[in-house]
């Protein structure tokens, strides 16, 4: 970070801190998406694409395992947290998301669901239609608890992040002949753009004014992807980098549409792709020493199942690490991605 973006930063959660006074900031945080965010509603499908063993989790609050592709927090948890919530939100087929606790909101993201209803289905994930399905039978419980006056203000009030699109391309377009020889990445793009339209659109006509929606990561410099489809050098692939830019910028035109179309929303994307290069290609300008491979396993490929306890080579300590699991960032990356996001989501608390 530079140091006037330190600063912002430093003021943002000064003014974040000083301000909530034991309030958050809004009055509910829903989350959807993928395995970026999802906190365990995978825990609870009969998928293979899980992270509730060891060492998932083992620097988290708890130091156990949760269901969250990372070694301590998501980058959500730290938004969470600088919004001035006491707990993150729970996953919505966890037991904990009960009675009261549901009013703050709650994550229905599940790990390799995406914005092509097929890629959820082939992973056996929650689509995003599932998790709109599941959002609505959450509203009905606010509405149940607080009466349709204050559960209105919940739903507009209340922030609303999608983080989606990585499983599209990562775990289906790019292995997946039946897309990628069918259409083109644009093309491919194109289609996720019209899901996300939709998804908006719903969350909108349900009440939903504050939503939030993340871009794609340098796909190309996952430590996964260099080791797939990096024919053996050690470099970020420079294909998949140039279809995640080329997406974001269609998210960014979309989203302008949607604003423009729907009275009263707020709609930010958040770029993650810019901060999360940064911390790959100059990883010791923000204390990071390895950007290359991943702390689990041989850091070059292990996520989910392939990253368990019997992995070899897991790193004693992820601090230093830009990634804990060959697609996902670190706690530490988190952290600073979480910043980033702070900065860029005046707009949403405001
Ligand atoms: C979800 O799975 C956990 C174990 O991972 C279990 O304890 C819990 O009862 C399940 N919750 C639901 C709603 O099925
Ligand atoms: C609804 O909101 C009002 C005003 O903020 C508050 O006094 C009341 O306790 C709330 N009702 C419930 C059931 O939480
Ligand atoms: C989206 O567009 C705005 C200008 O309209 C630009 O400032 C921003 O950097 C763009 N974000 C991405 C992720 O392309
Ligand atoms: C990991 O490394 C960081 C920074 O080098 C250090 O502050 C921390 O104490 C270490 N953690 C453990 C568990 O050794």
């Known amino acids: 970070m530079d140091f006037l973006t330190s600063l912002l930063c430093g003021f943002l959660l000064a003014m974040v801190f000083s301000v909530s006074n034991g309030d958050p900031l809004v009055p509910a945080l829903c989350i959807f998406g993928d395995s970026v965010v999802d906190v365990g509603n995978n825990n609870n499908l009969s998928t293979l694409i899980k992270a509730n063993f060891p060492p998932y989790g083992r620097d988290f609050v708890t130091h156990k395992p949760t269901g969250r592709f990372c070694n301590g927090k998501l980058a959500t948890d730290f938004t969470a947290e600088y919004l001035g919530f006491t707990s993150y939100p729970p996953a ?7 009675g009261k606790r549901v009013l703050t909101g709650v994550n229905f993201a599940s790990a390799a669901s995406g914005y092509y209803e097929r890629t959820a289905r082939l992973f056996r ?4 239609k599932h998790q709109l399905k599941y959002y609505k039978l959450w509203q009905r419980k606010v509405v149940n608890l607080v009466g349709r006056t204050n559960a209105t203000n919940i739903f507009s009030r209340g922030i609303h992040l999608i983080s989606a699109g ?9 292995i997946n002949p039946l897309l990628n020889r069918v259409y083109s990445p644009d093309q491919f793009s194109d289609i996720l753009m019209k899901s996300y339209s939709t998804f908006v659109q719903n969350l ?5 004014r504050r939503i939030g929606v993340t871009t794609l990561p340098p796909t190309g410099c996952l430590p996964a992807a260099i080791t797939l489809f990096g024919r053996g050098t050690n470099e970020c692939v420079a294909k998949l980098n140039k279809d995640a830019i080329s ?3 269609k998210l960014n035109r979309t989203s302008q549409k949607l604003k423009s179309k729907l009275p009263g929303i707020k709609l930010v994307v958040f770029d993650i792709y810019q901060p999360l290069f940064d911390l790959i290609t100059k990883p010791a300008e923000s204390g990071f020493f390895e950007s290359r491979k991943a702390c689990c396993g041989t850091g ?3 996520t989910s199942f392939l990253c368990n306890a019997r ?6 300590n992820a601090t230093n690490y830009v990634f804990w699991d060959g697609f996902h960032p670190s706690q530490s990356a988190n952290e600073k991605l979480a910043q980033s996001l702070l900065e860029q989501g005046f707009d949403l608390i405001s």
């Open 92 to 98: 919505y087929l966890n037991r904990e998301a009960r």
């Open 125 to 128: 994930a929650l689509t995003l």
């Open 166 to 174: 990585s499983s599209d391309f990562m775990q289906n377009y790019y």
């Open 204 to 208: 909108y006509d349900l009440g939903a």
């Open 247 to 249: 997406f974001n910028k």
């Open 300 to 302: 070059t490929l292990e």
């Open 311 to 316: 992995s070899i080579g897991t790193c004693s």
